[in-house]
């Protein structure tokens, strides 16, 4: 099954910048989207952004001009640049892939671990 593996979360001051990555174990028939999700305490997980197979963006307007979502499609990674960074950004970032493992596999979503983001004032 694929296994995705989340980096660079971490602690920034309010103005900051980090890139998140999350990269795909094994060798994957297909990758429909690829996207980003976030989860701050006490709230419901939303959607950052997503990036489809062809390559259309879609951003939440709270990171929008902010974030970049790009991806590497030789190592099956995607990418989360995010810019300006506020308290607000604050949350448990997580990785969705929608993807077939093999050709003979229906289309599923498999999630990242999560990756902590602080963003100090």
């Known amino acids: 099954q694929v296994q995705l593996v989340e980096s660079g979360g971490g602690l920034v001051q309010a103005g900051g910048s980090l890139t998140l990555s999350c990269a795909a174990s094994?060798?994957?028939?297909?990758?429909?989207?690829m996207g980003w999700y976030r989860q701050a305490p006490g709230k419901q997980r939303e959607l950052v952004a997503t990036l489809t197979s062809g390559s259309v963006t879609n951003y939440s307007d709270s990171v929008k001009g902010r974030f970049t979502i790009s991806r590497d499609n030789v190592k099956n990674t995607v990418y989360l640049q995010m810019n300006s960074l506020t308290p607000e950004d604050t949350a448990v970032y997580y990785c969705?892939?929608?993807?077939?493992?093999?050709?003979?596999?229906?289309?599923?979503?498999?999630w990242g671990q999560g990756t902590q983001v602080t963003v100090s004032s």
């Open positions: 969705k892939f929608n993807a077939r493992y093999r050709i003979w596999d229906s289309a599923q979503d498999y």
């Open positions: 094994g060798i994957i028939f297909s990758i429909n989207f």
